[in-house]
């Protein structure tokens, strides 16, 4: 109940930040429109703020936010729904004794898994939703002024950022969600599943580069590496020896917080690219919106610009303030340096998805101006 309560808490906050991007473009556009020192084809009076990169800029990283959080959200809705299934089909009886204990090991295996991957999602979703999500709503409130009411608009972007400071407030704290987290993040069931999904974007990555599936990977394997070097595995036979043995206090929290970003990314790209599948069966969708894939695309690559500079940044923390330290020689070193070179490349794209993205947002238009929540 509690996951089921995170998620759809961490969908109210996705669809305030989605609605908060198209306030924002209204105000944006016709905040100098009626001026008499502009006029019809001017760009200050066609674009408004818009005119101004740094705006544009930050409507692009409150929509990929926006997009990131609601992907993984219902992402993990899915596997809350698989669940639930799982509880209320009948247990197969076949004939032979030894096929039904084993099939009855499969399914418990199997549900026990899903269950391992909706907790950490759960937890990821409400973590970022505390974290990021409100943070971007308050950017957004910035970009109105800096208390979210308007002249002729309802002025409900303020409220709602009231209210995610309130259900931050009134929820679990930070630091025992990050420690929630951490304990079921450590377990080998999520670790085994966190690798295939590493492959799985290197696959992805090799049809679809702009959604930047390749530089997730790397963030990945990056974290992947830190995690195995400063949190080794628990010796066989002891207690809870299905998960990873943290042996600096703190390592895990830091850990936990890029997770959730990794997570939504992942959820974003994943989403994305069902989106282009869909297109080419159906060319219905490219007909009607031809823009918004292109635009969904440098969103995940900006997304994943800011996931990978946060992985880049706490694991080079934490290896160089940990392992370095060890009177021990690391001769893993040369690996994580290598893949820290690899994601410096990725910030240079991610500002070129989000120069591409800004372009893109600059050509919407809204009816009905100023009228939307």
């Known amino acids: 109940m509690m996951q089921h309560s995170s998620v759809a808490i961490a969908i109210t906050a996705a669809a305030g930040l989605r609605s908060a991007a198209e306030t924002i473009i209204c105000y944006q556009k016709q905040r100098f429109r009626g001026s008499w020192v502009t006029g019809p084809g001017l760009s200050r009076y066609e674009l408004g703020l818009q005119t101004k990169e740094a705006a544009v800029h930050s409507l692009v990283e409150i929509c990929a936010a926006g997009e990131a959080l609601a992907a993984m959200a219902f992402e993990t809705t899915r596997m809350l729904d698989q669940l639930q299934e799982a509880g209320r089909q009948p247990e197969p009886t076949p004939l032979v004794p030894d096929l039904a204990s084993k099939t009855d090991d499969a399914i418990a295996g199997g549900t026990a898994k899903l269950n391992n991957l909706a907790t950490v999602f759960g937890m990821a979703c409400e973590l970022f939703r505390t974290r990021t999500g409100s943070r971007q709503m308050r950017e957004a409130v910035n970009l109105l002024g800096g208390s979210g009411v308007l002249e002729d608009g309802p002025g409900l972007i303020g409220y709602k950022w009231a209210m995610s400071q309130l259900e931050g407030a009134l929820g679990v704290s930070e630091p025992i969600q990050q420690f929630r987290l951490a304990n079921a993040m450590t377990t080998e069931v999520f670790l085994v599943e966190f690798r295939r999904w590493k492959l799985d974007l290197q696959t992805i990555a090799r049809s679809q ?62 989403d994305t690219v069902d989106l282009q599948r869909t297109r080419l069966w159906n060319r219905n969708v490219e007909a009607e919106q031809p823009e918004v894939v292109n635009l969904l695309s440098q969103l995940c690559y900006v997304q994943v610009g800011t996931a990978t500079a946060e992985v880049v940044r706490v694991c080079a923390y934490l290896v160089h303030s940990y392992a370095l330290s060890a009177a021990r020689k690391q001769d893993w070193l040369d690996e994580f340096n290598v893949l820290q070179a690899q994601l410096s490349a990725c910030h240079a794209e991610s500002c070129l998805a989000k120069e591409r993205a800004a372009e893109l947002l600059t050509k919407i238009e809204i009816p009905g101006g100023l009228d939307c929540a």
Not at 237 to 244: E, L, P, T, V
């Open 209 to 270: 580069t702009s959604a930047g599936a390749q530089w997730l990977a790397t963030a990945m394997e990056m974290w992947l590496l830190t995690l195995y070097r400063l949190c080794p595995q628990v010796a066989a036979g002891d207690a809870g020896s299905n998960r990873r043995n943290i042996v600096h206090f703190g390592v895990e929290f830091e850990l936990a917080d890029i997770l959730c970003s990794l997570l939504a990314s992942r959820s974003q790209i994943l």
